[in-house]
């Protein structure tokens, strides 16, 4: 069975952590942990996925949620109507978090959750024709080649810009394996730190491991690079480096490691960067026709209704005697008990009442710059595990949803249904809505309100537009706001209309992850070093969020502790590691047995690394020498 790049990396970080980490002296008795309630810190999707396996294993559980109005964490869809809407009829509502889901095999375990939550899907479409390009104030197709076309965007030298003539006629080899020059140069620079991950799916399994560790001793020489500086020692210019972060990417998000930039690149094995952060510029995708799906596309949906009937519907799923709690919020969580390694969970409610509860282990799902608030200093968490909760860098983003009173975008000479236009505007990228789309054959629906992504941002653009939405951005659509106004003059020179053509705008919501109290960032996006680093006997950053505390007792969970961060993935892998190593703590032979049977095992992980970094860390002996404590 084949695995993404990011699977490979992950095993092999993985098992080098238990090699390294091997011998190091524990510092405390392994305790002997009993079956009882656990507590999970966080309803967003890790928590929730989390609890609804500990409920399949017959374990009791209780979820504690910061926030007093919904459950989700950054999954997360506002209805402007505050009702979600009725299918084929208003779709009012856009997806300020995840969004969109590629049908792809290493995102198997997202469909079938999908499927057995029964939640309605309906295609989503990545690109669609006359979408556009709109950089140095010159507007393009984004569907169309730019192969043989020159200098569309004049950044040459002998346009007035900086780029140098050479880069915007590259020797193409193969002019339908580039779309753009930018594409060109930036597959060019990277295919050497690709090229071994992409033959690891047809290594036999007896030399998978050496193979693998040769792709990653390859790329790991540069872990300590920034994108930005990869790219310069490459030998290209400045000039050149800023162009194609312009062009491909987000301002300032090539500061991030070249490995990010790297795993994210295979994704899909496409030549240029990861479509949850760069769905909007040409190279991140192959065109497409309306249908949305090319020859080598992957199939991609969204959820009738937004990606909050994901999380709803789990949350149903969870029953009455394993309760979540909203309006909770973790300020400390302390060891209660050191022969058994109980936790005390103290956290306030929200009339400010000081309430503690016992648990016999925690799960921790809330993202790593919420956790780093929780007072966990006398549980037994390593150096480098606290290392990795303050220092592992997330992204920033922010959405800009604007209703208007009709779908202009569907009105256009050349209308537009579904995709993503770009630009180097301070909006950047433009969403249009894949639900409630026209007919095939008939004009568009009279009356119906439109919803449009109006900006989608990351990185310093998010920052500067996220700075505008005031409080998180939860204020409701004032006619002088300087970000609607902004988002407004940036549609309209992006479209080539004015904005009396797009009609009126009846609300608006903008939402800037960073600034969202019960996140404090968008996704993680590690910087040069953070999957590599070691110290002697150390496990490093990445590998250090795998393991519980030394009591094995409390364990830490969400996208960023999954190799597939930024992703759906990320969030239910992590979930299901945790649940893991509750198991393994307890000694629970047959509800490991249980889960594997039942939820499968994640592509990233191997259970018996699993295991030996387990027994490092906690002191406790293998299972087969164990007295279990659960029947």
């Known amino acids: 069975m084949s695995i993404s790049a990011r699977d490979h990396v992950a095993r092999h970080l993985l098992r080098d952590a238990a090699r390294s980490y091997r011998g190091r002296p524990t510092k405390h008795t392994a305790v002997q942990a009993t079956q009882g309630k656990i507590g999970i810190i966080g309803a967003g999707l890790a928590g929730l996925y989390a609890g609804l396996i500990l409920q399949d294993l017959g374990y009791q559980f209780e979820i504690i949620e910061a926030n007093p109005e919904r459950i989700g964490g950054r999954i997360y869809t506002y209805y402007f109507s505050k009702t979600p809407s009725v299918p084929g009829y208003g779709f009012d509502y856009y997806d300020v978090g995840a969004m969109r889901f590629p049908n792809i095999p290493w995102m198997k375990r997202v469909f079938d959750l999908f499927d057995l939550l029964q939640v309605p899907q309906i295609p989503y479409y990545l690109s669609a024709d006359n979408t556009v390009l709109y950089l140095n104030s010159q507007r393009y197709p984004a569907t169309e080649t730019q192969v043989g076309k020159g200098d569309i965007f004049k950044v040459s030298v002998s346009s007035g810009g900086t780029v140098p003539d050479a880069f915007l006629n590259p020797p193409y080899p193969d002019p339908t394996q ?24 047809d290594v036999d399994p007896e030399h998978i491991q050496e193979a693998e560790a040769k792709a990653w001793a390859n790329l790991v020489t540069y872990d300590t690079q920034s994108t930005r500086g990869y790219l310069l020692n490459f030998g290209y210019p400045e000039s050149v480096v800023e162009w194609l972060e312009t062009n491909q990417s987000a301002t300032g998000l090539y500061d991030e490691a070249i490995t990010e930039t790297v795993i994210d690149s295979l994704d899909f094995d496409w030549p240029a960067g990861s479509p949850q952060r760069a769905a909007g510029f040409p190279a991140a995708h192959p065109p497409s026709a309306r249908s949305g799906n090319a020859d080598d596309t992957p199939p991609w949906v969204c959820i009738e209704g937004g990606s909050s009937v994901v999380t709803g519907a789990l949350a149903k799923k969870i029953t009455p005697n394993n309760p979540i709690l909203l309006g909770q919020r973790a300020f400390k969580v302390s060891l209660a008990d050191s022969t058994t390694g109980q936790l005390d969970v103290s956290y306030a409610s929200p009339g400010g009442q000081i309430l503690t509860r016992s648990y016999s282990q925690v799960i921790c799902t809330v993202p790593l710059g919420c956790l780093d608030a929780i007072d966990t200093s006398s549980i037994g968490l390593g150096y480098e595990q606290n290392a990795a909760i303050r220092s592992l860098q997330y992204d920033s983003s922010c959405k800009v949803g604007i209703k208007f009173a009709k779908r202009w975008w569907e009105y256009l000479p050349k209308p537009v249904f579904g995709g993503v236009s770009s630009t180097d505007l301070p909006i950047r990228t433009v969403v249009y809505p894949s639900y409630g789309l026209k007919s095939e054959s008939g004009p568009p629906v009279e009356g119906q309100p439109g919803i449009l992504i109006a900006s989608y941002t990351w990185a310093q653009d998010a920052r500067r537009l996220g700075s505008l939405a005031k409080d998180g951005a939860r ?53 040069p070093g953070q999957f590599s680093q070691q110290a002697v006997g150390g496990q490093g950053l990445f590998a250090a969020l795998k393991v519980p505390n030394n009591t094995g007792t409390f364990h ?31 000694g629970d032979e047959q509800g490991l047995a249980k889960l594997q049977k039942n939820w499968g095992v994640p592509d990233e992980f191997e259970v018996e690394t699993l295991d030996k970094l387990h027994g490092i860390v906690t002191g406790l002996p293998p299972l087969s020498h164990r007295n279990k404590t659960v029947s």
């Open 178 to 201: 580039s779309s753009s020059p930018d594409q060109y140069w930036w597959s060019a620079a990277l295919a050497t730190l690709r090229d071994p991950f992409k033959a690891l799916n």
């Open 475 to 527: 204020l409701k659509y004032p006619k002088d706001d300087p970000l609607i106004q902004v988002t407004l003059d940036n549609l309209a020179a992006m479209h080539g209309i004015s904005r009396e053509d797009m009609g009126p705008v009846l609300d608006a919501y903008s939402y800037s992850w960073y600034d969202d109290i019960n996140t404090r960032g968008a996704f993680a996006l590690f910087g």
């Open 556 to 586: 830490i969970a969400g996208e960023a502790t999954s190799i597939h961060h930024a992703w759906f993935l990320g969030a239910l892998n992590s979930a299901w590691r945790a649940v893991y190593n509750v198991l393994m703590t307890l």
